[in-house]
């Protein structure tokens, strides 16, 4: 299906932050139901969320490059964690596992998705996704307080069977809900 000019214009620009997790395969889905309502999507990932999804799977399915190096360069001066956070409307970082999450609340930026995280000046969502002992535990909700308090969005994980065969709150919301979670940020 061809977009027209005027759609083309309503397009906003989303970087998605993808971490380690089983949850980053939704991730997939995630940046095709983002395109699917008019948003241009670019992704910035982990090296562990490489051992779930591949760089290549993401970059077919969005037709841009994934920030997976923050030294990387291409031959141009700018420095990716940079112009991706100019250049992004609204981050969600789907899924974000404890690590993450202790990283942004530690103030760390060791890796892509952390480096363009603390540096976006655009509003920010976050899609836990983790085993529930570890969503549960009082230093995760703490971290999870901690960013809520300087305006960091959040989106509950849903409760379920998890992937290690648990049963609890960490698998990761559901795509329509993070869906309705970025348009509400708007």
């Known amino acids: 299906m061809r977009l027209s000019s005027s759609d083309i214009m309503k397009k906003k620009n989303l970087l998605l932050g993808v971490s380690g997790s089983i949850a980053a ?22 090296a562990c969320a490489e051992k779930f999804v591949t760089p290549l799977t993401f970059e077919v399915l969005t037709q841009r490059p994934v920030c997976r190096d923050m030294f990387a360069r291409d031959g141009q001066w700018d ?4 112009s991706l956070a100019q250049w992004a409307q609204v981050m969600v970082i789907a ?8 990283k942004l609340a530690a103030g760390l930026a060791d890796d892509p998705v952390t480096c363009v995280a603390i540096t976006i000046n655009a509003p920010l969502l976050i899609a836990p996704a983790m085993n529930t002992g570890m969503y549960s535990n009082a230093i ?9 308090k300087i ?5 509950n994980p849903k409760e379920g069977r998890l992937a290690c065969g648990d049963t609890g709150a960490g698998a990761l919301a559901e795509i329509n809900e993070i869906l309705a979670a970025i348009k509400s940020l708007e």
């Open 25 to 46: 395969y939704k991730a997939c889905d995630l940046v095709r139901r983002l395109q699917d309502n008019h948003y241009e999507v670019s992704v910035v990932m982990t």
């Open 79 to 82: 420095m990716a964690h940079i």
């Open 95 to 102: 899924p974000a596992t404890a690590n993450i999450i202790g």
């Open 140 to 148: 995760v909700q703490r971290n999870i307080s901690e960013l809520k």
């Open 151 to 155: 305006g960091m969005n959040f989106i």
